[in-house]
């Protein structure tokens, strides 16, 4: 029975690496600040937005900046900041009611990946209003187009905003399920980097932890291309650069930008190539004991990485030597030169 299984389970992973030149995959259009969002908003015209974040984001003031440039334009909005660590149906269905309550036609998410995850899940209702969540998960079952979503990631690590994954818990089973769909890509992502300097260090390890995760099992997957190969490198080498930096400052906004890049660059990696049994556990752990993702991908990595054994050996050499192999010629790094502004401590 097993051996059946695995004969599937690949032919569907060598099914998906045959189409995937085809499909629909895209990459949101990138903005270096919150403030960017006015002209993109006026251009699109949308008359209400419902920012969607946490109960620890809203308290350190990270909305504040989108509420600012909502009221310059004005646009009506709301708020949902009740998103927990590993967003539940209940938290999509409240925010959803909230979504239809205040008449938004704008999803606006700001925070790590939970944030970002609940917005997808409450677009797909969106789109989907009579469909249960649990009937919009697994792959491709998302083809309608959702409400605009602007994502801004807070913590450098998840990629969300440029996946088409979004994976919510069910509280009452205890489990976790993907919604993997390609209207799911935000159309647009904010990457600044001053948002993620008020970030604890616990966050900062764990959330590039999982970036690192992304990258790893991107690059030693059996769906890996020269493009996300060249990009799990990259995201790799920035990591080991500037983890570290973030986490004894987190106001070094040189480390804050390459992370927050290497996220990006990671996540891009993995949505084409998959990720592994890490995330399987991950997302397990996650979903039986409320588990923060990162923690648990930090956690488990050496030891399925272990278990691969001598069959992974080469790759994990690469990977432990990235800027020597990863592709030349990409800009892999922020200058301090370039940085679009400085963190206010």
Aim: net charge positive; with cysteine; aromatic share 6%.
């Amino acid at each position: 029975m097993f051996i059946l299984k695995k004969i599937v389970c690949r032919a569907v992973q060598l099914a998906f690496r045959a189409v995937l030149p085809v499909l629909p995959y895209r990459e949101p259009r990138i903005l270096s600040s919150v403030d960017a969002l006015e002209k993109v908003l006026l251009a699109r015209g949308e008359a209400s937005a419902l920012i969607v974040t946490s109960a620890g984001s809203a308290k350190r003031g990270m909305i504040a900046p989108i509420e600012e440039v909502l009221q310059k334009v004005g646009i009506r909005y709301a708020i949902y900041d009740k998103t927990r660590p590993n967003p539940t149906v209940a938290n999509v269905e409240q925010a959803l009611q909230m979504y239809h309550e205040n008449g938004c036609d704008t999803l606006i998410a700001i925070g790590g990946g939970s944030a970002l995850d609940c917005a997808k899940a409450i677009g797909a209702r969106v789109a989907y209003p009579k469909r249960a969540l649990n009937k919009l998960a697994g792959v491709l079952r998302v083809r309608r187009k959702i409400p605009t979503l602007v994502a801004i990631p807070t913590t450098a690590g998840t990629g969300s905003e440029v996946t088409p994954v979004a994976v919510i818990t069910d509280g009452q089973a205890r489990h976790k399920y993907a919604m993997m769909s390609f209207p799911l890509i935000a159309q647009y992502a904010v990457l600044d980097a001053a948002l993620t300097c008020t970030m604890p260090p616990h966050l900062t390890a764990t959330t590039g932890m999982d970036a690192l995760t992304h990258a790893v099992e991107a690059y030693i997957g059996r769906s890996t291309n020269r493009k996300t190969r060249g990009l799990a490198l990259e995201a790799t080498a920035l990591i080991f650069e500037n983890i570290e930096r973030a986490y004894a400052d987190g106001y070094d906004l040189v480390a804050r930008e390459n992370m927050l890049l290497a996220s990006y660059k990671a996540g891009i990696a993995f949505c084409i190539s998959y990720v592994g049994y890490v995330h399987a556990l991950a997302h397990a752990l996650g979903g039986e004991y409320d588990t923060p993702h990162g923690l648990a991908n930090a956690v488990l990595l050496p030891h399925v990485l272990e278990g691969y054994g001598k069959a992974a050996h080469k790759s994990y050499t690469v990977l432990a030597l990235p800027q020597a192999f990863a592709a030349k010629g990409r800009a892999t790094r922020v200058a301090p030169e370039n940085l679009s502004k400085p963190c206010v401590r």
